[in-house]
C-alpha cells in the first residue's frame, strides 16, 4: 500500500500546473508521508527529500510554476522542449501511445481525472502504476501476480526507457528548484523500486 501512495503524490506533482484549479492539498499527502516513513528503508527511498519536494510544491506561486513548466516542456503537447509524454522522446519507436492506451483499456484505467491529457504523460502513467500497486495490495497472491508483472513490465518497456533521459535534460537546463528535484528523485524512485520488483517476482517463484 505504501508504493501506492508514493506513485500517486509523484503523479500529482507532475501533472500540468496550469491544468489544476489550485495548489495540490497539503493535508492528506503529508498524513501519507508520516505513515511511509515506518518503510523508508525498505522502499530504499528518500522519503525526505519527498517531503521537502512536496512543500517546495505548496509553497512556490501558481504562476511561477506555470511558466516553469511550458519553458521546459512547451505550450502544447505536440511541441514539447524536453518530453514529458513517452512517445515525444527521440528513443522511443512511434506508436508506444497505442501500445500502453491498450494496457490501460485491458486493465480497465480510465484516467478520466487527467483531463484529456495523452495516454503517455507522465502523470498518467504514474497514476496507472498507482492503480496497480493498489490492486496488487487488495488482491490474494493468487490474483495479485498479474497486477506485479504488469509494474514489473511497464517500468521495464515504458518508463524507464525515456524518463532518465528526460530528466537529464531538465536537469541540464539549470532552470528551476522544483523540476529538477521532481525528476531526480523520481528516476531514483523508479529505478529502486524497478529492482524490488523483479526482486520479489524472482523470490515468488522460488517458494
Not at 498524513?31 to 527529500?49: I, N, R, Y
Not at 528523485?185 to 523483479?198: E, M, Y
Amino acid at each position: 500500500m505504501q508504493r501506492t501512495h508514493i506513485y500517486h503524490l509523484f503523479s500529482q506533482l507532475a501533472r500540468p500546473p496550469m491544468e489544476s484549479a489550485g495548489k495540490l492539498p497539503c493535508g492528506w499527502e503529508r498524513e501519507s508521508l508520516l505513515g511511509l516513513k515506518q518503510c523508508e528503508e525498505k522502499l530504499g527511498f528518500d522519503l525526505q527529500e519527498l517531503e521537502e519536494l512536496l512543500t517546495l510544491y505548496c509553497t512556490t506561486d501558481l504562476q511561477d510554476m506555470e511558466r516553469h513548466y511550458r519553458e521546459l516542456f512547451g505550450e502544447e503537447e505536440q511541441a514539447l522542449h524536453i518530453p514529458i509524454r513517452e512517445e515525444i522522446d527521440e528513443a522511443i519507436p512511434a506508436g508506444a501511445g497505442d501500445e500502453i492506451q491498450r494496457i490501460y483499456e485491458y486493465f480497465g484505467y480510465r484516467p478520466i481525472e487527467y483531463l484529456g491529457r495523452s495516454a503517455d504523460h507522465l502523470s498518467v502513467e504514474l497514476g496507472f502504476m498507482k492503480v496497480l500497486a493498489l490492486r496488487e495490495a487488495l488482491s490474494d497472491a493468487g490474483s495479485g501476480i498479474s497486477y506485479a508483472l504488469t509494474q514489473r513490465d511497464f517500468l521495464e518497456r515504458h518508463m524507464l526507457r525515456w524518463l532518465p533521459s528526460a530528466a537529464e535534460r531538465v536537469e541540464k537546463s539549470a532552470h528551476d528548484d522544483f523540476y529538477p528535484r521532481l525528476f531526480r528523485q523520481l528516476v531514483t524512485f523508479l529505478t529502486n523500486d524497478a529492482k524490488w520488483r523483479r526482486q520479489s517476482l524472482t523470490q515468488q517463484e522460488t517458494n
